[in-house]
């Protein structure tokens, strides 16, 4: 089954039969496995230009490192690295844009800008006004599960869920469509052990009770590594087992570091899916 994902501009995306890419572009100092790598805004656009070519459907395009402990920066320092690299990527038109955010004024500003898709890690909880943005703009949302800031219900699911129908509702409430949301159950985002995490990767297939295309985001965590021996930089292949297993559970959105690795694996995936489809109709 094809669902129709609506976006800004008049945008859309079908997801369904083959999985969806969404690159990551991180233009800051400190992210976690790629800091410094792609700040400078030549680099970053060189880096955009390869994942498309490799075949990422979106570039998510981030100003601010979410990872544990990082260092916040204010508005405006964020708007400064985000900003001009979207509006050259909507100059170019090479793939959809994505930004990076919580704050309500970057989505705002970024939509403007030429991107189609808010990826808010906080949920909309952190600042609520982002959900009026997307109503108001038509773009589409990503909203994350996170563990941070709050106690978490014992079970994980149970605890995906009472934090994603929260964030529905304010989305709701705001006049987001239901055609313009994906959520995200934000592996590695105060999933405190790696069990937890490898325990919502094996139970994934049960948040398809929420109704709404998921996005699996697993790129480089922390929970490959501890199962893999391996660095941040060096968890790659890790992360494309994942996004198989999670591509065989229903996931239609693959957010990594690495594009082509993971196409790669998706699309031998999909392959096996349609076979077993044809299979299916013909007997």
């Given at each position: 089954m094809t669902i129709?994902?609506n976006?800004?501009?008049?945008?859309?995306?079908?997801?369904?039969?083959?999985?969806?890419?969404?690159?990551?572009?991180?233009?800051?100092?400190?992210s976690?496995s790629d800091?410094?790598?792609f700040e400078?805004?030549?680099?970053?656009?060189a880096?955009?230009?390869?994942?498309?070519?490799?075949?990422?459907?979106?570039?998510?395009?981030?100003?601010?490192s979410?990872r544990?402990?990082?260092q916040?920066?204010?508005?405006?320092?964020e708007?400064q690295?985000v900003?001009?690299?979207?509006?050259?990527?909507?100059r170019?038109g090479?793939a959809l844009?994505?930004?990076?955010?919580?704050?309500?004024?970057?989505a705002?500003?970024a939509?403007?800008?030429?991107?189609?898709?808010v990826?808010d890690v906080w949920?909309?909880?952190?600042?609520?006004?982002?959900?009026?943005?997307?109503?108001?703009?038509?773009?589409?949302?990503?909203?994350?599960?996170?563990g941070?800031?709050?106690?978490?219900?014992?079970?994980v699911?149970?605890?995906?869920v009472?934090?994603l129908?929260?964030?529905?509702?304010?989305?709701?409430e705001?006049?987001?469509?239901?055609?313009?949301?994906?959520?995200d159950p934000?592996f590695g985002?105060?999933?405190?052990?790696?069990?937890?995490?490898?325990?919502?990767?094996?139970?994934?297939?049960?948040?398809?009770?929420?109704?709404?295309?998921?996005?699996a985001?697993?790129?480089r965590?922390?929970?490959?590594g501890a199962a893999?021996?391996r660095?941040?930089?060096?968890?790659?292949?890790?992360?494309?087992?994942t996004?198989?297993?999670?591509?065989?559970?229903?996931?239609?959105?693959f957010?990594v570091?690495?594009?082509?690795?993971?196409?790669?694996?998706?699309?031998?995936t999909?392959?096996m899916?349609?076979?077993k489809?044809?299979?299916?109709i013909?007997?």
């Amino acid at each position: 089954m094809t669902i129709r994902w609506n976006l800004a501009h008049g945008r859309h995306l079908d997801l369904g039969d083959k999985a969806v890419v969404m690159g990551i572009l991180n233009v800051t100092p400190d992210s976690f496995s790629d800091g410094g790598l792609f700040e400078a805004p030549e680099r970053a656009l060189a880096q955009a230009s390869r994942m498309v070519t490799e075949g990422a459907a979106i570039v998510d395009v981030g100003g601010e490192s979410t990872r544990p402990n990082a260092q916040p920066i204010s508005a405006e320092e964020e708007q400064q690295r985000v900003l001009p690299v979207i509006e050259e990527l909507a100059r170019r038109g090479e793939a959809l844009i994505s930004i990076d955010t919580f704050r309500a004024e970057t989505a705002r500003l970024a939509v403007e800008a030429g991107a189609h898709i808010v990826n808010d890690v906080w949920g909309l909880q952190r600042e609520p006004d982002i959900a009026r943005v997307a109503a108001q703009t038509g773009a589409g949302l990503v909203i994350m599960h996170t563990g941070r800031g709050r106690e978490k219900l014992p079970d994980v699911i149970e605890d995906q869920v009472a934090f994603l129908k929260k964030s529905l509702n304010i989305a709701r409430e705001a006049g987001v469509g239901d055609d313009q949301i994906v959520l995200d159950p934000g592996f590695g985002f105060a999933k405190e052990t790696p069990e937890e995490n490898l325990e919502l990767m094996a139970r994934f297939n049960e948040l398809h009770a929420l109704g709404f295309p998921l996005m699996a985001g697993t790129s480089r965590k922390r929970f490959i590594g501890a199962a893999t021996g391996r660095e941040a930089p060096d968890r790659d292949v890790g992360t494309a087992a994942t996004s198989v297993i999670l591509r065989l559970k229903g996931a239609q959105l693959f957010r990594v570091h690495d594009v082509a690795i993971n196409v790669d694996a998706l699309a031998m995936t999909d392959a096996m899916l349609a076979c077993k489809t044809a299979k299916r109709i013909s007997d």
